[in-house]
C-alpha cells in the first residue's frame, strides 16, 4: 500500500476504528462471562458437576486461549490486523452460537475451546491496530477507552444471559413448544452469539493503518499468514529445542520439565480425581515451558 493510501493518524478512520474495537472488546467479554449466569441451568440439563463447570469457566478456555495467543498474537505482528481480528470474532461469535446445540459436556467443552482461540485474536490485534493509529499523546488515553470494554462486556454479559434465560422460560414454560425446541440457556448462548458473526464484516472493513505510522517506525508484513502462522506454532513446540546447537542440555532440561509436571498433574488428579482439567492444565504447563525455553534460542536478545 502506497503511503497516500493509509489512513491519516488520529483521523476518522482511526475514531471508527476505535468505536468498532470497542465494541468488539465488549463482545468479547459479554460471550466469555456469559456462561458463569447460565451455569445452574446448564448443570441441571447437561448432568454435569460444579468441577466440570470450572472446566469450561477455566480451564477449556484459558489454557487455550495461552497457548494460541502466543502464535497469533505473533502473527498480528506480521499480517493484517483487521483481517486476523474479524476471522477471530466470527470463529468465537460462531462458537458461542454452537454452544446453544450441545448436548453433552464434550461438545460444550469443545466449543468453549473454540471461544478461547478465537478471543485469543482480539488483544494484540486491537492493542497493535490502536497504537498506529493515535500518537502517542493520546494513547494512554485511547487504550483506557478500549478496555472500558472489559467492563462493560462482563456487566452487559451477566445481564443479558438472565433477562435471555428469564424472558425465554416465561414465553416458553414447556421447552418442547419453543423454536427448535430450545431451553432457555440454549437461546442465549445463540442470541449472544449470532450478532458477532455480523460485526466480524464491519471489523472487516476497518482500514488498516501503516504499521509504525504514528512514530515513523518501519515494519516488516508478509502476505502469507499460513506460513508464519506455522513458524509460530512450531515455535510453542519442542521441535525447536530438540534442533538447538546445545540439543542433550536442552533435551534434558525439556524432559525434566515434563516430568515435574506431569507428576504435579497426577497428584492433583489423584486428590480431586479430575483427569480431564489436569491433562489439560499440564498441557497448557508443558507447551508454555516448551515456548519459553525455545524462545531462548529463537530470539536469545529476548533473554
Request: hydrophobic share 50%.
Amino acid at each position: 500500500m502506497s503511503e497516500n493510501h493509509y489512513p491519516k493518524v488520529g483521523g476518522k478512520s482511526a475514531k471508527v476504528a476505535l468505536i468498532l474495537l470497542v465494541i468488539v472488546y465488549i463482545f468479547n467479554f459479554v460471550d466469555r462471562q456469559i456462561l458463569s449466569v447460565l451455569a445452574e441451568e446448564i448443570k441441571a440439563d447437561l448432568n454435569i458437576t460444579d468441577s466440570d463447570l470450572g472446566f469450561l469457566f477455566g480451564t477449556a478456555f484459558a489454557v487455550f486461549y495461552s497457548i494460541f495467543g502466543i502464535p497469533l498474537g505473533k502473527l498480528a505482528d506480521t499480517w493484517s490486523r483487521k483481517n486476523l481480528l474479524s476471522i477471530g470474532l466470527a470463529l468465537w461469535s460462531l462458537m458461542t452460537a454452537l454452544s446453544g446445540t450441545a448436548k453433552s459436556l464434550t461438545a460444550l467443552s469443545v466449543y468453549r475451546i473454540g471461544v478461547g482461540i478465537g478471543e485469543s485474536t482480539a488483544s494484540p490485534s486491537s492493542y497493535s491496530i490502536l497504537s498506529d493509529y493515535f500518537s502517542p499523546k493520546v494513547r494512554s488515553t485511547i487504550l483506557s477507552i478500549y478496555s472500558s470494554g472489559v467492563y462493560l462486556g462482563a456487566g452487559i454479559g451477566l445481564f443479558l444471559g438472565g433477562w435471555i434465560v428469564e424472558l425465554w422460560s416465561e414465553t416458553y414454560p414447556d421447552p418442547s413448544l419453543a423454536p427448535l425446541s430450545l431451553k432457555g440457556w440454549q437461546a442465549a448462548f445463540i442470541l449472544v452469539g449470532l450478532p458477532g458473526i455480523l460485526l466480524a464484516f464491519f471489523t472487516w472493513q476497518i482500514k488498516e493503518p501503516k504499521r509504525g505510522g504514528s512514530e515513523g517506525i518501519e515494519s516488516v508484513i508478509t502476505t502469507d499468514p499460513l506460513t508464519a502462522l506455522k513458524e509460530e506454532f512450531v515455535g510453542i513446540s519442542p521441535f525447536v529445542i530438540f534442533a538447538a546447537n546445545k540439543r542433550l542440555k536442552a533435551t534434558i532440561i525439556n524432559l525434566l520439565m515434563a516430568t515435574v509436571i506431569s507428576s504435579i498433574c497426577f497428584l492433583l488428579y489423584k486428590l480431586t480425581n479430575d483427569l480431564i482439567q489436569w491433562v489439560a492444565f499440564g498441557l497448557g504447563a508443558y507447551i508454555l515451558s516448551c515456548w519459553i525455553q525455545g524462545l531462548k534460542f529463537r530470539d536469545p536478545v529476548t533473554f
